[in-house]
DNA sequence: AAATTTATGTCAGCCATATTGACGTATCTT
DNA sequence: AAGATACGTCAATATGGCTGACATAAATTT
């Protein structure tokens, strides 16, 4: 098992007697931006990770939390749409953060099956304290970057997202800021 | 279970007759951007997950065969730095990835110990294609954004990864570009 | 009014991916 | 020879996904 069948020595001639990763090959994809959203996502949730571990979430939790918080009113559906996973995975978060009193729900006033979900302050205060961890690091990464930059990677990440999504969110997020919801 | 107790009717005026998600509400904190990084890196990754389910593989096979293939002759010890996961949940993905071909093991020249990784031509295709269907979005994303722009997007994301990492793979990523790993 | 659809909740079971801790072996370092 | 290191593996466990089935209440359609 131990054993290596390397049959064909001559491919790589990258390693020498260093045995160090060698230098990222280059080529006509976008390598380099790939892997800095990996690493810029890895450590961005990151920061709240640790932070809900102290509380028994995990990231499931935050999402739905930060969700319910900017969203107040959401609905369990709209939920399901935004975070793409199955009622019953987000069934066994939602149960805690009910039961713990993170969020609570109240009927739909048009339609009585609904159930709008809210932040309570318990909710307010760790979503805040979560988002402030992030807030930190996005203050920091765009400390060097005047506003007209800024304006151009919130450019890149809008228009990395799917454009065809039928979100109310994401309806929301997309439309240039200050189109915000109003009917 | 199912009933309410909203004591504090009067704190979302938000909701009205209409029940839909209120606006997203303001403050000192970077929501925006921590929306559009959670929606930018979930459709990003989904272009991949889809491609993998084919496959029978999921993210972290990604994973481990980009770095493998970026990073010729990685380490098994520079993987679990890269991806903070242990060696037994990469044990169970690397395995598999050996077994059906995409990577091979190599011992080490300077010390045996090591189990160098390379990528396979079945490998290198498979993450290619991945990459390509990366690139294409990013490619997209970055249409109209002029060259000065896309400098400033990498460096708001090398800015969001955290500095104090003591990992090989970064130090190549976090340098500016051109210094690539040159002894 | 009856039938259908919708919004939500729940149960049972499965899978992928992560965890910690322990141990074994080969190899390098001292 | 002793100890540290790189790697592999085993056992047990947790989280967070999944599918499919089913139940209920309420809205909508017929």
Redesign the interface.
């Known amino acids: 098992m131990a054993d290596?069948?390397?049959s064909n020595p001559t491919?790589?001639p990258?390693?020498?007697?260093?045995?160090?990763?060698?230098?990222?090959?280059s080529g006509?994809?976008?390598?380099?931006?790939?892997?800095?959203?990996?690493?810029?996502?890895?450590?961005?949730v990151?920061d709240a990770d640790n932070e809900l571990e102290a509380f028994g979430f995990g990231r499931a939790h935050h999402?739905v939390l930060?969700f319910v918080?900017?969203?107040?009113?959401?609905?369990v559906a709209?939920l399901l749409d935004v975070l793409?996973i199955t009622k019953q995975s987000l069934g066994r978060v939602l149960k805690q953060l009910l039961d713990e009193g993170y969020i609570?729900?109240?009927?739909?006033?048009?339609?009585r099956r609904?159930?709008?979900l809210?932040a309570t302050p318990k909710g307010e205060t760790l979503v805040?304290k979560l988002?402030?961890l992030?807030?930190d690091?996005?203050?920091?990464?765009?400390?060097?970057?005047n506003p007209a930059?800024i304006d151009?990677?919130?450019?890149?990440?809008?228009?990395?997202?799917?454009q065809d999504d039928p979100d109310?969110?994401?309806e929301?997020?997309l439309k240039p800021?200050g189109a915000?919801?109003?009917?």
């Open positions: 290596i069948n390397f491919r790589d990258d390693v020498r007697g260093t045995d160090r990763p060698a230098a990222p090959r006509d994809l976008r390598w380099d931006i790939i892997e800095l959203l990996f690493f810029a996502y890895r450590d961005f990151g999402r930060h918080h900017r969203y107040p009113g959401l609905k709209d793409r609570v729900q109240r009927t739909g006033n048009n339609d609904q159930r709008l809210f805040a988002a402030g992030q807030t690091r996005i203050t920091h990464a765009l400390r060097d970057i930059g151009t990677v919130r450019q890149f990440l809008r228009a990395m997202i799917d109310k969110v994401l929301v997020i800021a915000t919801a109003k009917a």
